[in-house]
C-alpha cells in the first residue's frame, strides 16, 4: 500500500523491502511518509512487519532495497549512533550499576558533551518525566513505571527530534499501562517531538496516535487516524484486527452506487454500503460494530434494516452490557449496550429483532 506522501516529509520510507533470507519478504514495498511532530503508530499481529520497519529506521537492522529518509537525508548508511534518534524499549535497557542520573548522561557522554551542560539536559529530562527527585536512584530502586519514565527521559535527554518506542508499555500491568499512555502522549504533544510507536495492542494504538499504520504480512493494510480505521475499515483484516466486530458472510445480489443488497448464508437479505465489493454475485464479509446495533425498537431508526435474533449470553461489564446473539446463523453476534436505568436486560432464550443503518454496515472482502 502506498501513502500518498508529503511535501513536509520528516521521515519517509521508499520503496522499501526486508528479507532474511534472500526469498521471503518480510516487509513488502512500503511506502510511509510522516510530518514533524506526529505521532505514528505501526500496529499489527507477531511477524506482520512492523518492529522490522522501527528496526530499520534506527539502523540495527537494513533494507534490503528501499530508501529510508529523515529530514530529507537518506539514512540507510549511516550507523545507529549517528542518526540521533532516541528509543525507548519494552524491557528498559538500563543499566542496572548506574544511577538514575548516570543512565542519562550516558549517551550525553558517547557525544562528547561537557559535564556542566550533560548535567543541565540531564535534570531537564527528569523533570519532563516528572522524577527530578530520582537522579540518585538506581535502576532496581524504582517501579516498573518509575523504570519506563527514566527509559524515556534517556531518549529525550540529548534532545532528539524523533523517538522510536517499541512495545515500551508491555511490561506493565493494566492500569499503570493506561496512565502511561496518557502521559507519553502529553510529554509528545508538549515537546513538539515525532514519535514511531509499535505495538499489536489496538486500544493503546487508538488512545495515543495521530495516525495508524495497520500491518499485516509485511504490508500496511490502511494508514489512517484512530476514528477513520474504526469507523470506515477498508478491509476484512482491519475491521476484525481493530474493536470488536460483527461479520456475516453472503453474496451479493444488487449493486446500487453507495449501496448493495447482501443475500446472507441462511437466506435472509440485508442493505450494506459496499467497500470492498465491485459486482453481483461476488462473496462478501459484512461487517456492523456491536455499539451500531439496536433492539429497543422505540430507538430503532424507521430506515434501520432489520433481523430476527436469539439472545444466548447476557454479561453485565459495569458500564455496558455484552450480549451474544445468534443472528443468521451467527451464534457469536454481539451487541453492546450501557448501562442505564432504562436499559433492557435482555434474557437468555429469547427471540428478539435487532436492526442497524446500511451505512454501518459495510460489505468487505470474503477473505
Not at 246 to 253: I, K, M, R, W
Amino acid at each position: 500500500m502506498a501513502d500518498t506522501g508529503r511535501s513536509d516529509a520528516f521521515v519517509e520510507f521508499e520503496r522499501v523491502q526486508k528479507s532474511y533470507d534472500g526469498e521471503n519478504l518480510v516487509v513488502k514495498d512500503l511506502n510511509l511518509s510522516m510530518p514533524k511532530g506526529e505521532f505514528l503508530t505501526m500496529l499489527g499481529p507477531s511477524g506482520s512487519g512492523k518492529t522490522t520497519c522501527l528496526m530499520m529506521l534506527a539502523g540495527f537492522e537494513t533494507a534490503t532495497h528501499g530508501d529510508i529518509r529523515l529530514d530529507g537525508t537518506s539514512i540507510n548508511n549511516i550507523p545507529p549512533h549517528k542518526r540521533g534518534i532516541g528509543m525507548v524499549f519494552q524491557n528498559y535497557a538500563l543499566f542496572p550499576h548506574m544511577t538514575v542520573a548516570e543512565n542519562l548522561s550516558f549517551p550525553l557522554e558517547v557525544r562528547k558533551m561537557g559535564k556542566s551542560e550533560r548535567e543541565a539536559k540531564v535534570n531537564r529530562a527528569l523533570e519532563m518525566v516528572q522524577m527530578g527527585a530520582f537522579g540518585g536512584r538506581r535502576p532496581a530502586q524504582l517501579s516498573g513505571g518509575q523504570q519506563q519514565r527514566i527509559a524515556l527521559a534517556r531518549a529525550l535527554v540529548f534532545e532528539a527530534e524523533l523517538v522510536l518506542m517499541d512495545e515500551p508499555l508491555g511490561a506493565l500491568d493494566k492500569q499503570l499501562r493506561e496512565h502511561m499512555q496518557f502521559e507519553i502522549k502529553r510529554i509528545a504533544d508538549n515537546l513538539g517531538i515525532t514519535v514511531v510507536y509499535v505495538t499489536h495492542d489496538q486500544t493503546e494504538a487508538l488512545t495515543m496516535s495521530d495516525r495508524v499504520a495497520v500491518f499485516n504480512d509485511g504490508v500496511i493494510q490502511q494508514l489512517a487516524p484512530p476514528d477513520t480505521l474504526y469507523e470506515a475499515p477498508e478491509n476484512s483484516f482491519v475491521a476484525q484486527f481493530i474493536g470488536e466486530n460483527n461479520t456475516l458472510e453472503g453474496v451479493v445480489t444488487e449493486m446500487m452506487g453507495d449501496a448493495c443488497v447482501v443475500r446472507l448464508d441462511d437466506g435472509s437479505e440485508l442493505d450494506a454500503t459496499p467497500i470492498n465489493v465491485s459486482k453481483v454475485g461476488e462473496r462478501t464479509r459484512v461487517s456492523i460494530r456491536p455499539e451500531r446495533v439496536e433492539f429497543n425498537k422505540e430507538r430503532l431508526s424507521p430506515d434501520a434494516h432489520t433481523l430476527k435474533a436469539q439472545v444466548m449470553e447476557f454479561i453485565y461489564m459495569g458500564d455496558i452490557f455484552r450480549t451474544r446473539l445468534k443472528v443468521a446463523g451467527n451464534d457469536e453476534f454481539i451487541i453492546k449496550t450501557r448501562n442505564a436505568p432504562d436499559q433492557v436486560r435482555l434474557e437468555p432464550g429469547s427471540e428478539i429483532e435487532i436492526g442497524w443503518l446500511a451505512r454501518d454496515c459495510r460489505a468487505l472482502d470474503a477473505s
